[in-house]
């Protein structure tokens, strides 16, 4: 009885550990980022929101995927270099030589939402993803510059830049984390209990 009861609590310390140094594995993934553009203030405006994924030379191999727009996509589009899809699915941006750049038509004056994921190669030079404004000359609206940018690089994360007048960016878990969140604490519970009837 007592070995039954050893070997059940190496077994349950055992799936504990598995699920931890799983969930250490996707909390190490690079996460998504939730973006909020607050355009409130440049109501009644046109404007292209613009996506420009561009690496350094010998830059790692990356993609960007946005998805969850929330404003209206019925506007024109521009597209240039690695790009497919758009913001009313999906757009994936990859940093192909050369330019890669999207461009959305919007009419500004509220919330423009929406979630970014980086899929970034583990060796090479680092690359960019810049999103602004941009007027119909291409220039920057209202002389906002870029509202955010991603700084992916390699083996050091992704550093994050936003202009806090017209932008908001938050990492948010993968569901696939809060799944070996879950589980893990659930494993953590059971060997309490275990711990207990001893």
Known sequence: MLKSL?????VLRLALL????????NALASPI?????????LAGQHAWLDFLFT???????AQATVTGFTADTGG???????VSGSLASALVIGNGSGWNEYGQWLQLGGLLEFDVAFDLGPAGAGTSLVV?????????????GDLVTFALQPGAGTAVSADSAFAAVSAIPE????????????????????GRRR
């Open 6 to 10: 050893v070997v059940e609590a190496f």
């Open 18 to 25: 598995l699920a931890l140094a799983t969930g250490t594995g």
């Open 33 to 41: 980022y939730h973006v909020a553009l607050d355009t409130t203030s």
């Open 55 to 61: 690496g350094l030379d010998n830059a790692a191999p």
């Open 76 to 82: 024109v589009t521009l597209a240039e270099g690695d």
């Open 132 to 144: 602004t404004l941009l007027d119909d000359r291409f220039g920057y609206l209202a002389g906002t």
């Open 175 to 194: 569901p696939g984390s809060l799944a070996v969140l879950g589980t893990g604490l659930l494993l953590m519970m059971a060997t309490r209990r275990f």
